[in-house]
């Protein structure tokens, strides 16, 4: 398996999928698709990478799979198929976490120029966009409580 094949394909799907999600309109089919397309197929090549390696079927670091232990991680991730499932793992779950901003910004009024920055700092750096995020809705997001 040429797993350098596997990464870029991954990288396609998230980096079209986060272009879509920060510059197109939100129309809920373009949404559906995101959550459904890319993020479940990225979350299915995934699981079957994580069956695949666990099984033995494909072998990854020295001495097959083992997640109990840093040096077994560290095997793992040694191996081109770990750094595939470990990238790919990233990918799915940003952008799951970016489709969930975003949703949660347009039911909150914020424009989409404040969410951009926001979805960005996601797409580059996950926890970090979602700290700024959870940090930024806050106050609206108390406000928007007591009223409804």
């Not at 398996?1 to 799907?13: Q, T």
């Not at 129309?27 to 390696?53: E, F, H, R, T």
């Not at 975003?102 to 909150?108: E, L, P, S, T, V």
């Not at 797409?123 to 700024?132: E, H």
Request: net charge positive; charged share 10%.
């Amino acid at each position: 398996m040429d797993w350098s094949v596997v990464f870029n394909g991954v990288n396609l799907v998230a980096l079209v999928a986060w272009l879509l999600l920060i510059g197109a309109p939100r129309w809920p089919a373009l949404l559906s698709g995101i959550l459904y397309l890319a993020i479940g197929g990225l979350c299915a090549l995934y699981a079957s990478m994580v069956i695949s390696v666990l099984s033995g079927f494909i072998p990854a670091g020295n001495g097959g799979a083992d997640f109990t232990t840093i040096e077994g991680i560290r095997a793992i991730f040694a191996s081109d198929v770990g750094v595939v499932i470990g990238w790919t793992h990233y990918l799915a779950f940003d952008l799951f976490v970016g489709l969930w901003i975003a949703r949660d910004a347009d039911a909150k009024f914020f424009s989409r120029w404040v969410q951009a920055p926001i979805l960005l700092a996601t797409f580059l750096a996950g926890p970090l966009g979602l700290i700024i995020w959870l940090v930024i809705r806050e106050p609206r997001a108390r406000a928007r409580g007591r009223f409804h």
